[in-house]
């Protein structure tokens, strides 16, 4: 009878399970992005909290523009696949970025048009699909990039990700210590947590 009861709960209660891969990009290439700061910033928690966290940098990548023409003749640019890889092979990912126009940059823009792309071509889903997504901005300006998200948002989801409702924006970003202060961690860790465990139902 006990043994009963215990399966019983079993299947209503929520399970949790840790995450324990996790790819975190920023979408600047530049050299002293505040985005790739926070991204850092974000990784350095990530690790602390027990997963296995790799940084990639977009300049690394140069991913040439999306051109169906490129695709047909071509297939999938080298860097376009190694991109498209890293996020087939991790859990969760991390996407910190810069605010363009209200908008995201046009290097993230394109990194994810070909990571929704399959290896032959046509859309594919498995960068996206069952993956969650932690979305994260720094901006100089009071809004902190909050707008870029909103876009980046729509873009993950629209492709199959699943992304943690909360969301970090650091406003004043040039600010000395605007990327290194216990509040600013305090909401990185819940962000992250909630990225980080699943809630399983069994
Ligand atoms: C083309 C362009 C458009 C921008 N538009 C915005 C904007 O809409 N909102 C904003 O907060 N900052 C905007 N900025 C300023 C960026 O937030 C700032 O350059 C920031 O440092 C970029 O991120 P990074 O430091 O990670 O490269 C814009 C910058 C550029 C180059």
Redesign the pocket.
């Known amino acids: 009878m006990k043994n009963l009861l215990m399966a019983g709960m079993a299947a209503v209660m929520p399970m949790t399970a840790q995450c324990e891969d996790v790819l975190v990009f ?5 050299a ?7 991204a850092q910033e974000a990784a350095r928690i990530a690790q602390g909290m027990g997963a296995k966290v790799t940084v990639i940098d977009l300049r690394d990548f140069s991913i040439p523009l999306y051109d169906a023409d490129l695709e047909a003749n071509s297939g999938m640019p080298k860097n376009a696949k190694r991109l498209r890889d890293l996020m087939i092979a991790n859990q969760s990912i991390v996407i ?8 995201i ?1 046009a290097v993230l823009k394109n990194a994810l048009d070909w990571a929704s792309r399959g290896e032959k071509g046509g859309s594919s889903r498995n960068a996206f699909k069952g993956k969650k997504f932690a979305l994260m ?9 909050s ?2 998200l909103i876009h980046l948002r729509t873009i993950v989801e629209a492709v199959g990700g699943q992304v943690v409702e909360k969301q970090v924006s650091v406003p004043n ?2 600010e000395k210590g605007a990327l290194d202060n216990s509040a600013l961690q305090k909401e990185l860790k819940e962000q992250l947590s909630q990225l980080m465990t699943n809630e399983v139902n069994r």
């Open positions: 920023a979408g600047s290439t530049r002293e992005s505040v985005n790739k700061k926070l910190v970025s810069p605010e363009y126009n209200a908008s940059p901005s720094a901006s100089p300006s009071g809004m902190g990039g707008r870029a970003a040039y």
